[in-house]
């Protein structure tokens, strides 16, 4: 079989199949309205995915002016069919369906069905999800509007133009990933407030300290003991600290089951001891939270003050992490993982997935991941008690519970060696 016709054959059955996608949906959304008045179902939305797809194949193999004419031609005759309705109805949804079903039809034509179905994937999505959208909407004020602009300015206009590279005091700073720093620190706030609109308050911020801890539980750990040392009452905000905690040490381990595997077991073993201690103290918060699932007062939760203060650390410690490696040679990279690991312990497991075999034994090296968790949690405990003050003391004791259970297993393995 020729490689380029079954190419061409299944980009084309991908238009195909886009088309019928949203012709299903579309079809089953209108299915109560009298025959005759719809514009378009499944038929005719499977029809305008195979035409857009073979507009883009005799696009990509050199008629372009002809494909041009066959999608200007269709979107034409979508346009004038929808008119009627668009000035009876005002409701552009099925129009703006037909002429993304167009588009993505050319796209898999032209020779990108994978993202053409992916894209027809999201836009169904959207289309079945009416309900849930608009109630989404309907939770939300003028705050929560304004937070999420900001937000995007955080997230969308600022980091992807920050250079990425070695910059400052010994080229430790990258204002890239510094950055995205922040746009953690402030992603898990609004993501926080967010989830307490819709979920509660209980709820949703247990919500996402179980998303946020499998990214950053640090960063987590951060924003919601700013958010409980600046609120009127405690919430679920320790419980959240220390099931972020706990996330954290599931997190670990995947990475090193992934980027380490010969050390995974010896650090499953040392490990396991404060998970298991550490899940038991989040539950048992989440048990004491105030049962209360009524939204969140409205606030600022883009906190970007407190959020530069914590890159400001971080920035802080990659100085003293390049310092400590070239003044101490061997010695400074064993100083440099358990400075990193304060800040972050991925590092540490990505650095020890990169060294030979024969540098370090499983068990050594299993405990040296351990020490750079303690180093990591220490600094949580101390961001706690700062940003939370008083408040945090729950969070801080059930945090430490596990650093001592992970410290009892290091000296256990360490009596090993």
Same mark, same amino acid.
């Given at each position: ?186 992603? /898990?706030?609004?993501?926080?407030? @967010? #989830?307490? =609109?819709?979920?509660?308050? $209980?709820? +949703?911020?247990?919500?996402? %300290? ?102 400001? /650390?971080?920035?802080?410690?990659? @100085? #003293?992490? =390049?310092?400590?490696?070239? $003044?101490? +040679?061997?010695?400074?990279? %064993? ?83």
């Amino acid at each position: 079989m020729n490689p380029g016709w079954y190419w061409q054959a299944l980009s084309v059955a991908t238009a195909l199949a886009c088309g019928l996608l949203i012709g299903i949906e579309r079809g089953w959304k209108l299915r109560e309205e009298k025959p005759g008045t719809r514009v378009a179902g499944i038929r005719t939305f499977s029809m305008l995915g195979l035409a857009s797809g073979i507009a883009g194949l005799i696009g990509v193999t050199g008629y372009p002016l002809i494909a041009s004419a066959i999608v200007i031609g269709v979107v034409a005759i979508m346009v004038t069919a929808y008119s009627r309705e668009l000035r009876s109805q005002h409701d552009s949804t099925s129009a703006v369906a037909a002429v993304a079903t167009i588009a993505f039809g050319f796209l898999a034509g032209s020779g990108n069905p994978a993202l053409a179905i992916a894209s027809a994937a999201v836009a169904v999505a959207f289309l079945a999800l009416k309900t849930e959208l608009h109630g989404f909407v309907g939770k939300l004020d003028e705050d929560d509007v304004k937070a999420g602009a900001r937000f995007a300015v955080i997230a969308g206009a600022i980091l992807p133009f920050l250079p990425s590279g070695h910059y400052g005091p010994l080229g430790a700073w990258n204002p890239q990933k510094l950055w995205l720093v922040v746009v953690l620190v402030t992603g /898990f706030s609004f993501l926080g407030y @967010v #989830a307490n =609109r819709i979920f509660g308050e $209980r709820h +949703g911020t247990i919500a996402t %300290a179980l998303i946020g801890g499998a990214y950053s539980s640090t960063a987590v750990t951060q924003s919601l003991a700013q958010r409980l040392g600046s609120e009127e009452r405690a919430g679920a905000e320790p419980a959240g600290i220390a099931l972020a905690t706990a996330v954290m040490y599931l997190r670990v381990l995947l990475l090193i089951g992934i980027l380490a595997t010969r050390v995974l077991l010896p650090f499953a073993l040392i490990i396991l001891p404060a998970t298991l201690v550490a899940w038991a103290a989040g539950f048992w918060l989440y048990r004491k939270a105030p049962k209360c699932d009524a939204p969140a007062p409205p606030g600022n939760p883009i906190a970007i003050v407190p959020a530069l203060g914590f890159v400001a /650390f971080v920035a802080i410690a990659a @100085v #003293a992490a =390049r310092w400590a490696a070239g $003044r101490f +040679g061997e010695q400074g990279i %064993a100083v440099l993982l358990l400075i990193v690991g304060s800040t972050d312990v991925d590092t540490a497991i990505i650095t020890l997935g990169g060294l030979p075999p024969v540098a370090i034994t499983p068990l050594l090296a299993a405990i040296a991941i351990a020490g750079t968790i303690i180093a990591n949690m220490t600094v949580k405990i101390g961001i706690t008690l700062v940003y939370a003050r008083g408040r945090g003391l729950s969070a801080a004791v059930a945090m430490s519970a596990s650093v001592v259970a992970l410290l009892l297993s290091i000296g256990f393995a360490w009596t090993r060696l």
